[in-house]
């Protein structure tokens, strides 16, 4: 399974509570991480059914922005 990679502005673990619930439900538990350790912040998504497009809107709609890292 390939693994998308998005920058985030979901910067701390007060950003990710918020998140988590919508990031839940739409992609589904376990299938997203964002890395919180490094200044990128990075958001990986492991959900095959899921467009970019439809990941940033998603990720949109938990109140944050994702743009795809190629």
Request: net charge negative; hydrophobic share 35%; aromatic share 4%.
């Amino acid at each position: 399974m390939n693994a998308q990679e998005f920058k985030t502005n979901i910067k701390c673990t007060g950003c990710l509570s918020k998140a988590t619930p919508v990031l839940n439900e739409k992609l589904g538990e376990g299938n997203w991480e964002v890395d919180l350790m490094t200044l990128k912040k990075t958001l990986t998504v492991s959900s095959p059914d899921k467009s970019k497009e439809e990941i940033i809107e998603i990720v949109k709609e938990s109140g944050f922005t994702a743009e795809p890292i190629s």
